[in-house]
Structures are given as C-alpha cells and as structure tokens.
C-alpha cells in the first residue's frame, strides 16, 4: 500500500507587483498556518519518505516548512519543475515515477492542477474546494507508484487551514 499527499501551497503574497509568478513568496498568513498544518499531519500520523515540491518559492517554502515539522530533512526535498503549474496528467506522472522504496509521499504544487489531480487519482472524490494549503491524504491499494493511475486512490482526508481552527 502506498500513501499519496497532494498539498497545494500556502497563502502567497502579491505585495510585489511585476515580479515573476514563479518567485512569489509566502505572506504573513501562510508562513504561521503552514507549521500549523504540519502539526496536524504529525498527529496523524504522516511520516513521509519522499516530498517533492514545485521549484516556484511559494511551494518550495511551503515544502521545507512542513519538512522541518514532520522531521524530514529540507536537503532531501526534490524539487521538480514540472509541478509548476502541472495538469493533473503531469502530476500523476509525477506520482508513476516515486521511487519504488518510497511509501508515503508528499507533492506540493498548485491550483488547479492539484485539485483536479485529487478528484481524478481518488476516482469517485468530489472536492467542491482546494484552498491555500488544502492537503488530500490518498491511500493506494498499489504495490508500485508506477501503477498508479485515475480512481486508483481512496481520499481518507481533506484538510484545510480553516479545519485546523476546529482542532
């Protein structure tokens, strides 16, 4: 069995107009939720093997951020540049190409790929919203991410920053 988290990056400023999209930083919001969020996947349990993040700043620091508290060291985080603003087929050939010895992985990117990537990896999920630093824990039932393909997963869990107030 594998385990599959697709997290979209936290809240991103635009105070900087006429910088590039791609180095966007996080604003004050997602900087404070983003250790936050990581505490409630160590409640739960998650203790990832690989974390592959988008190369654009908000989704690498939203990645080294939930690293440092799930105890992942931020050296090993691959950054993969295809995740910037990926379709859904993008990120589950992303997803196909884990290392076998990986079992529970993280990919951080962004709207609308991650959101439609949730509803088509996790066949028969709706997900009527995918905020800023909205995470999908997806159980495979695959003995290799090469295998993985649409409806192959099952959503245990959508978090959201707004649920982790209810906590």
Not at 9 to 19: E, L, N, R
């Amino acid at each position: 069995m594998k385990n599959l988290l697709l997290i979209r990056h936290a809240k991103s400023s635009w105070d900087f107009p006429g910088s590039d999209d791609h180095d966007r930083p996080l604003n004050k919001r997602g900087e404070n939720v983003a250790p936050r969020m990581a505490a409630a996947l160590s409640q739960r349990g998650v203790r990832p093997d690989a974390i592959v993040s988008s190369t654009a700043n908000r989704a690498r620091t939203t990645a080294g951020m939930l690293a440092k508290g799930l105890g992942f060291p931020d050296s090993q985080i691959q950054e993969e540049s295809d995740l910037y603003l990926a379709s859904p087929r993008t990120i589950l050939r992303i997803v196909q190409q884990l290392d076998e010895s990986c079992d529970t992985a993280i990919l951080v990117g962004h709207n609308p790929g991650m959101h439609d990537a949730v509803e088509m990896i996790a066949g028969g999920a709706f997900v009527d919203h995918f905020p800023t630093l909205a995470v999908a824990r997806i159980e495979l039932e695959v003995e290799h991410w090469g295998v993985v393909d649409q409806g192959e997963g099952l959503l245990l869990e959508l978090l959201s920053p707004k649920m982790l107030n209810s906590e």
